[in-house]
């Protein structure tokens, strides 16, 4: 009967261990593909417009990126996106240090959508932090949000 134990633990802790795998493999596998999502925001303006007249965030990036401009759902201006061609460093590890390329890529559209619009780069107000441990890490948040969530 122990022998029996043992054995059904043993089948037990392997398939644990291939569910981890398995687990594990596919989101490897989405951090990769997140790399070279399209990442875009809706400028309010015509399509032609956009595309003659790329803005400079946009064009810093180079050849890491493909940028693609084409109308807006609904007729309500344009889509300005872009992707990375090669995947970098992604996960949040990456993201916490700062070093993910796709934050770049985030921030790029935000200022581009901005220069569009308004022809300047519109940053929110900085918030006031204390000098100590907590206003740290609200400074260090704030440093890094500009290349997360939504666009």
Avoid: F
Avoid at 51 to 68: A, S
Avoid at 79 to 108: I, K, T
Wanted: aromatic share 2%; proline share 7%; glycine share 12%.
């Amino acid at each position: 009967m122990r022998a029996m134990s043992k054995v059904a633990l043993s089948a037990l802790v392997a398939a644990g261990v291939g569910a981890v795998r398995r687990v594990s493999s596919r989101s490897a596998g989405r951090r990769g593909e997140d790399a070279g999502r399209w990442l875009a925001v809706t400028v309010y303006l015509p399509v032609e417009e956009v595309e003659n007249r790329l803005p400079e965030p946009i064009t810093e990036l180079g050849d890491r990126v493909e940028v693609r401009v084409r109308p807006a759902s609904g007729d309500k201006g344009t889509e300005l996106a872009a992707r990375l061609r090669e995947p970098g460093p992604s996960g949040p590890v990456a993201r916490l240090a700062g070093r993910d390329p796709r934050q770049e890529v985030r921030e790029a559209l935000r200022r581009a959508k901005s220069l569009l619009e308004t022809g300047d780069v519109l940053r929110p107000d900085s918030p006031s932090a204390h000098p100590g441990a907590g206003g740290k890490l609200v400074a260090l948040a704030s440093s890094r949000a500009g290349g997360e969530g939504r666009l």
